[in-house]
C-alpha cells in the first residue's frame, strides 16, 4: 500500500548555519500541525551540513537536496526542492527563522489553489537569539517574553518586533490580523500551491544576487498569473535569528526585475524548466 503525501513540504533554504538550523528544527517538534515532510535545500554541498545532518535525529521524514556552492544560487537549489516535493502546499522558510507553535498549522489552515499567502517575522536583538540558540527561552514561552519586553528588545537592536507577536485570530484582538495586510511576498515566511508556481515556471535563476529575485519578483507574476496575496502576518509567525547583516546593492536586481516586467515576462524562462 503506497502511503499518501502529507498536506505540506516545509522547504528551509540553507547555507552552512548548522547552529541556527538546529534550532529552527527544534522549533518543528513543536507545531500544533505535524503534518508535512522536511526539505533542506542548501544553496552549497558543506561537509558541516552533511555531518550535521547525519547525526541529526529528527522526528519526521525529511529530504536533503544541494548543489555545488558556487556564489549566490538560492533560486536554483529552491527550484530544486520544489521538483522533490511530495506534496501539493508548498511553505517556504530561511534556516535562521525560528517558527512560533502554530506557524504550519496557519499555512495549511489558510491554503487555497488561488492565493499565496505570506508572513512576516521579528528580527531579534542578540541577547534574546542567544537565549533560544542555547536554549534558555523555550519556543512555548517566547510570544509571552516578547510582550513582556518588547520596548528593551527594541532597544537593544531588535527590529520589526510587533512582527513577532502572535495574536489567536479567535481571541479578544482577533480582529488585528484581519486588518493587517501584505503588499509583497517574503521569502522566508511563504506559502503557495505546486501547480502556482508551475504556473510560473517557477523561481527565476537569472537572479543571482540575494532579494528580490527570491520574493518580490514571484509577487508580481503570481498576481498576472491570477493568484491573489493573502497576509499570515501575527498568526504564522517567526523569529529571525540575530546575525550580521550579509546584504547587497539591489541596482542591479531591481532593473532585471523591471526589463521582466516591461515584456509581461511573467512565466520565467530559467525556472523549473529551461526554455530556449
Same mark, same amino acid.
Given at each position: 500500500?503506497?502511503?499518501?503525501?502529507?498536506?505540506?513540504?516545509?522547504?528551509?533554504?540553507?547555507?552552512?548555519?548548522?547552529?541556527?538550523? !538546529?534550532?529552527?528544527?527544534?522549533?518543528?517538534?513543536? +507545531?500544533?500541525?505535524?503534518?508535512?515532510?522536511?526539505?533542506? !535545500?542548501?544553496?552549497?554541498?558543506?561537509?558541516?551540513?552533511?555531518?550535521?545532518?547525519? =547525526?541529526?535525529?529528527?522526528?519526521?521524514?525529511?529530504?536533503?537536496?544541494? +548543489?555545488?556552492?558556487?556564489?549566490? /544560487? $538560492?533560486?536554483?537549489?529552491?527550484?530544486?526542492? %520544489?521538483?522533490?516535493?511530495?506534496?501539493?502546499?508548498?511553505?517556504?522558510?530561511?534556516?535562521?527563522?525560528? &517558527?512560533?507553535? /502554530?506557524?504550519?498549522?496557519?499555512?495549511? =489552515?489558510?491554503?487555497?489553489?488561488?492565493?499565496?499567502?505570506?508572513?512576516? /517575522?521579528?528580527?531579534?536583538?542578540? #541577547?534574546?537569539s542567544q537565549l533560544i540558540l542555547d536554549k534558555h527561552l523555550p519556543l512555548p514561552e517566547i510570544n509571552r517574553y516578547l510582550w513582556k519586553n518588547f520596548?528593551?528588545?527594541?532597544?537593544?537592536?531588535?527590529?520589526?518586533?510587533?512582527?513577532?507577536?502572535?495574536?489567536?485570530?479567535?481571541?479578544? !484582538?482577533?480582529?488585528?490580523?484581519?486588518?493587517?495586510?501584505?503588499?509583497? #511576498? $517574503?521569502?522566508?515566511?511563504?506559502?503557495?500551491?505546486?501547480?502556482?508556481?508551475?504556473?510560473?515556471?517557477?523561481?527565476?535563476?537569472?537572479?543571482?544576487?540575494?532579494? %528580490?529575485?527570491?520574493?518580490?519578483? &514571484?509577487?508580481?507574476?503570481?498576481?498576472?498569473?491570477?493568484? /491573489?496575496?493573502?497576509?499570515?502576518?501575527?498568526?504564522?509567525?517567526?523569529?529571525? #535569528?540575530?546575525?550580521?547583516?550579509?546584504?547587497?546593492?539591489?541596482?542591479?536586481?531591481?532593473?532585471?526585475?523591471?526589463?521582466? +516586467?516591461?515584456?509581461?515576462?511573467?512565466?520565467?524562462?530559467?525556472?523549473? %524548466? $529551461?526554455?530556449?
Amino acid at each position: 500500500m503506497v502511503e499518501s503525501p502529507p498536506p505540506a513540504s516545509l522547504i528551509i533554504s540553507v547555507y552552512k548555519n548548522t547552529k541556527f538550523l !538546529a534550532s529552527v528544527l527544534n522549533s518543528l517538534s513543536f +507545531q500544533t500541525d505535524k503534518r508535512f515532510e522536511v526539505i533542506i !535545500a542548501e544553496d552549497g554541498d558543506s561537509p558541516e551540513m552533511k555531518d550535521f545532518l547525519s =547525526n541529526c535525529r529528527l522526528a519526521m521524514d525529511y529530504q536533503h537536496v544541494c +548543489q555545488e556552492d558556487l556564489g549566490w /544560487r $538560492k533560486n536554483r537549489i529552491l527550484n530544486k526542492a %520544489i521538483l522533490a516535493a511530495k506534496s501539493d502546499w508548498l511553505v517556504f522558510i530561511d534556516g535562521d527563522c525560528v &517558527l512560533h507553535p /502554530r506557524f504550519v498549522e496557519f499555512h495549511l =489552515n489558510r491554503s487555497h489553489p488561488k492565493l499565496t499567502l505570506a508572513g512576516k /517575522r521579528i528580527k531579534l536583538d542578540p #541577547l534574546t537569539s542567544q537565549l533560544i540558540l542555547d536554549k534558555h527561552l523555550p519556543l512555548p514561552e517566547i510570544n509571552r517574553y516578547l510582550w513582556k519586553n518588547f520596548l528593551n528588545i527594541k532597544k537593544k537592536g531588535g527590529c520589526f518586533v510587533e512582527e513577532g507577536l502572535f495574536i489567536d485570530p479567535m481571541g479578544i !484582538a482577533g480582529i488585528v490580523p484581519r486588518l493587517r495586510r501584505m503588499h509583497q #511576498l $517574503k521569502g522566508c515566511n511563504m506559502s503557495f500551491h505546486k501547480e502556482a508556481i508551475y504556473a510560473i515556471n517557477g523561481f527565476d535563476e537569472d537572479f543571482v544576487r540575494p532579494a %528580490i529575485g527570491e520574493d518580490i519578483d &514571484l509577487t508580481w507574476r503570481f498576481r498576472n498569473a491570477g493568484y /491573489r496575496l493573502s497576509s499570515l502576518r501575527n498568526t504564522a509567525v517567526q523569529y529571525h #535569528l540575530h546575525h550580521p547583516e550579509n546584504w547587497t546593492d539591489q541596482e542591479e536586481n531591481i532593473k532585471m526585475m523591471r526589463d521582466k +516586467q516591461s515584456r509581461n515576462e511573467f512565466i520565467c524562462k530559467n525556472g523549473l %524548466i $529551461k526554455q530556449k
